[in-house]
Nanobody, 123 residues
């Protein structure tokens, strides 16, 4: 059974930092891409960062230079270090294991999400 459990959210002043964790089980973690998403009230869920099993990372422009995604394959855990936080970073943050697809585009694995962790940035 695949499980993703986020932790590390909370309330912080603008300019502050938080480190989110995504603990996984039931997946071949070292070969799995992990993505972080966020959803603000009234907004669509958006991807903010992703990291491949090989450690290659991508970021959306809004967080590039402030957020760092990383992973510890031995622990099966991914992290999102968030620095210089802004009020507009306020959202529920989710980690996701996206599905894999065969050459014909058919999914060959599931699409898994954690339950989310709230991040609130305010004065």
């Amino acid at each position: 059974q695949v499980q993703l459990v986020e932790s590390g959210g909370g309330w912080v002043h603008p300019g502050g930092s938080l480190r989110l964790s995504c603990a996984t089980s039931g997946i071949p973690f070292s070969m799995t891409t992990i993505n972080w998403y966020r959803q603000a009230p009234g907004e669509q869920r958006e991807m903010v960062a992703g990291i491949t099993g090989a450690g290659s990372a991508v970021y959306v422009p809004a967080v590039r230079g402030r957020f760092t995604i990383s992973r510890d394959n031995a622990k099966g855990t991914a992290y999102l270090q968030m620095n210089s936080l802004k009020p507009e970073d306020t959202a529920v943050y989710f980690c996701r294991v996206p599905p894999k697809f065969d050459p014909k585009g058919a999914p060959v694995s599931g699409d898994y999400w954690g339950q989310g962790t709230q991040v609130t940035v305010s004065a």
